[in-house]
């Protein structure tokens, strides 16, 4: 049995709001920390990677919420992954410097680095489900 049209954009408004909510606290986050991060890195510091989630997670809230098209959910799924996977790798895995990125190892749970992870899940899962729906339409 379908969706009725009115539950059904209730249901995708939601999700963007969740999804552009979960961005928009990842990139108040970045951008919060990145200066404490400056020093860690030669090339490339870990503050310049931070202030790049903010930009890339505040266009993501953009395209989430005013471009309304597979393209600005594809975009905002990608960011919210990509930051969430890194959070991930560098919490657990020692993985080193690599190439110009600094190591950004921090075996530690802490305040924002918790708040940025929840963000970033609840983002990429109203995402996924946002995606998805599109397919089977």
């Known amino acids: ?80 992954a990509s930051g969430l996977g890194a959070l991930l790798l560098y919490r657990y895995v020692d993985v080193g410097p690599l190439g110009p990125l600094p190591n950004m190892y921090e075996p530690f749970w802490f305040a924002d680095k918790t708040l940025a992870a929840w963000a970033e899940g609840v983002a990429l899962v109203a995402l996924t489900v946002l995606l998805s729906a599109r397919g089977r339409r």
Do not use: C, I, N
């Not at 090339?43 to 931070?50: D, I, K």
């Not at 930009?55 to 600005?72: C, D, E, F, P, Q």
């Open 1 to 80: 049995m379908a969706t009725p049209a009115p539950a059904r954009r209730t249901a995708h408004l939601l999700l963007r709001l969740a999804a552009a909510a979960g961005l928009a606290v990842d990139a108040a986050v970045h951008a919060r920390l990145a200066e404490r991060y400056d020093a860690v890195g030669d090339t490339l510091s870990q503050g310049t990677l931070f202030r790049a989630e903010a930009a890339a997670a505040s266009l993501a809230v953009l395209l989430v919420l005013l471009l309304r098209r597979r393209t600005g959910d594809l975009f905002g799924w990608l960011v919210a």
